[in-house]
């Protein structure tokens, strides 16, 4: 079955620092991946996804993630956090048949 | 920019008593979902629907009905509410490829005392 685990719940960087969330996927085949965001109160939004292709993926906002098929990961990163990321990041792997599986969300803090 | 409109957007419920979650989209998509969030956890999916008329089973659909009765409406139902069932609930659409993102609604907080 397929599952998506990010083993950090919590992630604290400060402001300008360089990110990295962690996410790996157990998957049959060649998957479908995504990251969404979460800002308080709101509902999930898209910030990037993966097909089968390049690896490197670019998102919104300065966000980028790479897909790994040797180590099942599709770690996301930016090069400068900026105050307002602060948010939950969820990965997820989606079958053919369009189910979606997402993975528990890394907490992302940001130090002034 | 595609709309999903969940409607209430908070409930107090009594356990036992039936409730009533609805969710409408105006993305002419033809998959909605119903997900729900509990604190510190990701998004378990409840039940689901590729077209009107017809739903499918989620990974946790128990204690929970789900109703599409157009393509535009999605119900979740929860015909005896329990304490265990104090989340939120996200409905969600997409098109019909596996491939495409997911336009989710701002959510419900359900609460059941």
């Known amino acids: 079955a397929q599952s998506v685990t990010q083993p950090d719940a919590r992630v604290t960087v400060s402001e300008g620092a360089s990110l990295q969330l962690r996410c790996k996927y157990s998957?049959?085949?060649?998957?479908?991946l995504f990251w969404y965001v979460q800002y308080p109160r709101q509902g999930l939004q898209l910030l990037l996804k993966y097909y089968p292709g390049d690896p490197v993926v670019q998102g919104v906002n300065g966000f980028e993630a790479e897909f790994s098929k040797s180590n099942s990961s599709f770690h996301l990163r930016k090069a400068s956090v900026h105050w307002s990321d602060w948010a939950v990041y969820f990965c997820a792997v989606s079958y053919p048949t369009g189910k979606l599986t997402f993975g528990d969300g890394t907490v992302l803090t940001v130090k002034p | 920019e595609a709309a999903v409109t969940q409607s209430p957007r908070s409930k107090v419920a009594v356990t036992g008593g039936k409730v009533t979650l609805s969710c409408h989209q105006t993305n002419n998509h033809d998959y909605m979902y119903w997900y729900r969030q509990d604190t510190g956890h990701g998004l378990r999916l409840i039940h689901y629907s590729y077209v009107a008329d017809s739903t499918e089973k989620g990974d946790i659909p128990d204690g929970y009905k789900a109703s599409r009765p157009s393509q535009e409406n999605f119900s979740l139902i929860l015909e005896l509410a329990s304490l265990s069932q104090t989340a939120v609930y996200f409905c969600?659409?997409?098109?019909?490829?596996?491939?495409?993102?997911?336009?989710f609604g701002h959510g419900t907080k359900l609460s059941v005392l």
């Open positions: 969600a659409s997409r098109t019909g490829f596996s491939n495409e993102r997911l336009f």
């Open positions: 998957y049959f085949g060649t998957p479908y």
